[in-house]
């Protein structure tokens, strides 16, 4: 269970940073 959280950090982490990325595209 520990590893399964984990690894739901990391996509979320991943998450964000596409979306900000996405966001700062949009902005540009």
Partial sequence: ???Q???AG???E???RAA???SRIGAA
Avoid: D, L
């Fill in 1 to 3: 269970m520990e590893r």
């Fill in 5 to 7: 959280s984990e690894v």
């Fill in 10 to 12: 990391q996509i979320s």
């Fill in 14 to 16: 991943t998450m964000q």
């Fill in 20 to 22: 900000a990325e996405a």
